[in-house]
């Protein structure tokens, strides 16, 4: 296959029958020429996040995987839970590729000006369906890296950055004035953390384990709350008296650490009360859910009076909400800091072909802190 004129590549595809049972595979696929907007860049790099196993392996239980096939004929099953295919229907039967994000080198160009422009370079790309060898896509989806930035350095430049500066915007435009993180060890966690040293915003840190607490601190944070210690209501409610935090944005999702969360900002503002109201304080509180590390009900107790939401919060609907042009600074400043604030940190590099290994799917689908791996669909 030449990388200048590519006419065929692999592609992960998943699939969730209507039987019940998710399929994954690689696909060939033609790589169609380029119309006059478009590039077409082999992938060279391309993280799996969070959000991409949602699509990848939806809620099916990777425990009853089991694999058939080697190399690019590997085909992975598994069951997926009967209750859960009814929130599934406008996916069932159809074969979809994966991956939100990733990075390559243009290898063709459509003749617009802005798809010239990049042939040759290495860029960032978004859009959906970048676990695959070469990826043909729109210019404007396109971010052309710095000289001497490597596609695995650029690989996750949307998600984790944009999610992380639009915690920081959304805290901004609500008014707020400081910020609660949970599962903050992450990559994203370490990305928010400096974000908010170098903005001077209040940041409390929430993790689950004191070696998750030590990576944050290593790196300055000042606020750091282990949610496994005996003391953790009392310490949530010091960092909140300290920074003032009156939004919270939680990975956790299920179980009680949002409506936790709650309670000690409302524990926190009534220190400082000056009269007591049977309705609890006037201060807003908020929580938003952004992921689902906990699958579990969301469970709250409602000690924290009547001024408070709770809600979900997606990266895309919040950039859609701010516009083109606020799109753009907050890219140029993720650029302009890949290697430093916006660096990611990988546990592993796979090849398509182990991506779709039983032990290498059981190591992701655990969605643990600090553990990052690295499509390079290139790779072997």
């Known amino acids: 296959m030449s990388d200048i004129h ?19 595979s690689l696909a060939k696929v033609t790589i169609p020429e380029p119309a006059d907007d478009e590039v077409v860049v082999k992938v060279e790099a391309t993280p799996i996040n969070p959000s991409d196993l949602g699509l990848l392996l939806g809620p099916a239980d990777v425990t009853t995987a089991s694999a058939s096939g080697s190399g690019d004929g590997i085909v992975v099953t598994a069951k997926v839970p009967a209750q859960s295919l009814p929130f599934l229907a406008a996916r069932l039967d159809q074969s979809l590729p994966v991956g ?3 990075a390559g080198t243009v290898v063709k160009a459509g003749t617009s000006e802005a798809a010239q422009a990049l042939k040759g370079k290495t860029v960032s790309m978004i859009g959906g369906a970048m676990y695959a060898q070469y990826r043909l896509i729109k ?3 396109c971010q052309a890296l710095p000289a001497g930035t490597t596609a695995a350095e650029g690989a996750s430049w949307f998600v984790n950055p944009l999610t992380a500066l639009g915690m920081t915007e959304t805290m901004k435009r609500e008014d707020h004035k400081a910020l609660v993180h949970t599962a903050a060890a992450s990559n994203l966690g370490q990305m928010l953390n400096k974000i908010c040293l170098e903005d001077g915003i209040g940041l409390v ?4 384990s004191p070696a998750q607490a030590k990576i944050l601190k290593e790196i300055g944070a000042r606020h750091v709350v282990d949610s496994t ?23 956790i999702g299920g179980g009680r650490l949002a409506g936790q969360i709650l309670t000690a900002m409302e524990i926190a503002i009534n220190k400082t009360a000056k009269e007591y109201s049977r309705y609890g304080s006037s201060v807003h509180k908020q929580v938003y859910l952004y ?15 009547m001024a408070w939401s709770m809600g979900g919060w997606l990266l895309t609907p ?12 907050l890219r140029e400043r993720v650029v302009n800091s890949l290697k430093t604030t916006f660096a990611s940190h990988y546990t592993k590099t ?22 990052k791996f690295l499509i390079n669909p290139h790779k072997g």
């Open 6 to 24: 590519p006419t065929t590549g692999l592609e992960l595809r998943s699939l969730i029958k209507k039987s019940g049972e998710l399929e994954l």
């Open 100 to 102: 939100n994000e990733g």
């Open 139 to 141: 210019a404007r989806d």
């Open 205 to 208: 840190n929430i993790v689950r």
């Open 229 to 251: 210690a005996p003391t953790f209501m009392d310490d949530l409610v010091q960092a909140l008296v300290e920074t003032g935090a009156t939004i919270a944005f939680d990975a």
């Open 291 to 305: 992921g689902s590390l906990n699958t579990a009900p969301t469970e709250i107790v409602r000690n924290f009076g």
């Open 318 to 329: 919040f950039l859609q909400k701010i516009g083109r042009a606020d799109q753009i600074r």
């Open 350 to 371: 796979i090849s398509l072909q182990e991506a779709l290994q039983l032990p290498t799917i059981a190591s992701y689908a655990k969605r643990a802190t600090g553990e």
